[in-house]
Structures are given as structure tokens and as C-alpha cells.
């Protein structure tokens, strides 16, 4: 283990500085260990080979050689941000804040993986993570008549960059939009004006672009007079609610769940399914939303909602796609989907029910590995396929 006298400690303050400022706190435990869904996975022992190098922040100081950091930073790109070791700390060490402050002070020097530099360079150039003209994030619109934003609508409709531009998650915003306008909310969209939140650029440390990011989308925002934004991803929901100014945020499972109570709106249409539903870790673990998506799901009729035992709500295991995980090629055997998965499958679910973009595009990807056929279902999609 490396000596923390023998630390550079003008890097060790500016890590701090960065926002390591929980890392003094941490006196190895061990808690967090079995709680990391990396340690899930049979032939890694994440947490226990990483703690003690990047807590006493030791693994980025041991070399100055930009090679030679490069070999030692792949643990640190890892960690996908769950927060599954914050729920077990003792002293609520946030260990996903720790990683990002390192990165920051690496993606700075250069050195990271690189396909995280590809996603980094395509968010800042083209303002989403596919790399798709500005013009294309409205596609998602064509056939039915979605408005553009004014100062006169309720609330700005911010679908995501995935749910804008990728095929299958059009599906989920085109759901969406078609539900508030069938419970009359006045919305609208900004449109080819949008950019990404910048949430999982800040969490891989590129905290330049996430203030590029911070800055495009605040002065759109402003200029439309936005005061209320709905999102359908919950990692937009999470940094427009934590980071930004001027607005409230609100996610789609609550606006539902009120429209339901309020009767502004009605499932109808049997659903009769055994549904079985995953918390997303950013919109669960993160923010608190357990209920809301369960109280729509149990006003579908004919559907049976399942749980997994032991592992929901806040012990929810995470789907590998946070921190761009999503983007990132892991070996077969080293996708936290894997594991997730199949406690799902054991439930005897018909349907997946999700509420984040990221865990259905990642779930879908590895039940084809698995040959399986199982449907994965935004929650807006079960929602609208009930209104008939």
C-alpha cells in the first residue's frame, strides 16, 4: 500500500478540493465491499483492491508518466456510480463522488479510456452521446403533433438523448407525449435546442463539458421562461434537480402517479401480465422514487406486479449502465447486467418494467446474449398501452 507521506500532496488537495472531501472519513470497514455489484461478479474483487490505493490516493500519485497512469486507471473507471457502498457505510462515505474527483484530475491530464474520450468529444461537439445532428433530436415527433415550448405551457418536456435519437427508445417519449396530451397538460418541447444534461460526462470527470453543458441548456431554458421540467431519464431528473438553477424537475413516474390520483386520467385497458419492476439506481437509491412508479403500475388493470425478493427499492442491483457503462465494451463475464438479470427471470415476470432509458436499452441488449425473449417495458409504455 502506498505511503500517503510519499504522496505528491499538491494533487492529494486538489483531489479533495475536486470533492474527495469524504475520502479522510473512511477507516476500512470493509462494508462496502459486498455491496458493490462488481463484487458480484465471480472473478472480480473490486472494491477491496481499489479502496486502499484510491482512498489514501495513492494509485493516481504513484506515477507522473501519463503511460504508466493509464494502466492503473482502469479500476477507476469502473465504478458506475450506484451508490449501493453509501447505503452500507457507516459514516456515508460517498465513494462515487471520490472516484469522479479523481477523474476529473485524470480526464484533465488525458488520461482515460479510450472510448469514454470518444463519448466525452461527441457530447461537447454535437450535444448528445450518439454524435447526431442537432436537427434529428425532434424525429421522435414525426407523425404526431408534439408543440414547441412557450411561456405558455405548464411544463418543458426534456426527453433525453437516448429516448430523442435511438429507435427503440423513440418509443418511450412518443409514449409519454401521447399521455400528457391525453390528460391535457399544456407542454412542449424545445427541440433541436436541447443539449445533454452533461450527468454522465460530470460523473466520468469531464467537468469542463458538464459546464459547457450547465451553460447551453440554463440560457435555452431561460429565455423560454421554463419554470417546471419534465424528464424521462432519471439521470437527467437527478442533475437538473441537484445541479441546475431557475426550475423545478420533476420525473414521469410522479407526474402519472398525480394525473391517477387527481383522475386526470385512467387505465382502462386490461394489461394482463405478471410485471415484474426494476429500480433504476439513480432514480431509486439517488433520489427516493420507489412508490410512484408502482402506484401506476398498480392501477393498470389485469396486471400482477412482482418483486424481487431481498434486492429492491434500495438494495435495487444496479444495471451497469450509469457513468457510461452503457457505452463501454466489457467482457461477457463482466456485465453487472448478467446478474441483475436473472433475478428478475427467477420472479416468473412476463414483462421487465423499467423507468430509466439506460436500464432498458441495457437489459434488452443482454436478454438477446441470453436468447431470451422477454419484453423489456418502460413504465410509459405499459401506462399508455393501458389507456387503449
Known sequence: ??????????????????????????????????????????????????????????TITSSEKKEELEKETIDIFRCIGCDSC??????????????????????????????????????????????????????????????????????????????SYDARLKKVSQATAKILRSAGVLFGIIGEDEFCCGEAVRRVGAEKVFQAAIKKNTDVFTKARVKKVLTTSPHCFTIFK?????????????????????????AKKPFVKKVVYHDPCTLGRQMGVYEEPREVLKNIPGLQLLEVPTFNRKYSV?????????????????????????????????????????????????????????????VAEIFYESLG
Open 1 to 58: 500500500m502506498t505511503n500517503l507521506i510519499t504522496i505528491n500532496p499538491d494533487i492529494r488537495e486538489d483531489i479533495i478540493k475536486q470533492g474527495a472531501e469524504d475520502a479522510i472519513k473512511c477507516y476500512q470497514c470493509g462494508r462496502c465491499m459486498p455491496a458493490c455489484p462488481w463484487n458480484l461478479l465471480r472473478q472480480i474483487n473490486y472494491t477491496v483492491y481499489q479502496f486502499p490505493q484510491v482512498i489514501k490516493l495513492g
Open 86 to 163: 453509501r447505503y452500507e457505510c457507516p459514516r456515508g462515505v460517498n465513494i462515487s463522488n471520490i472516484l469522479r474527483a479523481v477523474r476529473r484530475i485524470l480526464v484533465d491530464f488525458g488520461s482515460y479510456p479510450v472510448d469514454l474520450k470518444g463519448f466525452v468529444s461527441r457530447i461537447y461537439n454535437t450535444g448528445n452521446p450518439l454524435g447526431e445532428p442537432a436537427l434529428k433530436r425532434v424525429e421522435w415527433t414525426v407523425g404526431f403533433d408534439v408543440p414547441r415550448f412557450d411561456f405558455q405551457h405548464e411544463i418543458l418536456y426534456f426527453p433525453c438523448c437516448l429516448p
Open 242 to 266: 441537484n445541479e441546475y438553477k431557475g426550475f423545478d424537475t420533476i420525473h414521469i413516474t410522479q407526474i402519472f402517479s398525480q394525473l391517477i390520483k387527481g383522475k386526470k386520467i385512467t
Open 318 to 378: 444496479c444495471c451497469g449502465g450509469g457513468t457510461m457503462g452503457l457505452w463501454r465494451e466489457w467482457e461477457s463475464d463482466e456485465r453487472i447486467a448478467n446478474v441483475r438479470l436473472p433475478q428478475l427471470l427467477k420472479t416468473g415476470a412476463e414483462v421487465i418494467a423499467v423507468a430509466c432509458p439506460y436500464c432498458l436499452q441495457m437489459f434488452e441488449e443482454t436478454l438477446k446474449s441470453m436468447n431470451s425473449e422477454l419484453p423489456v417495458m418502460d
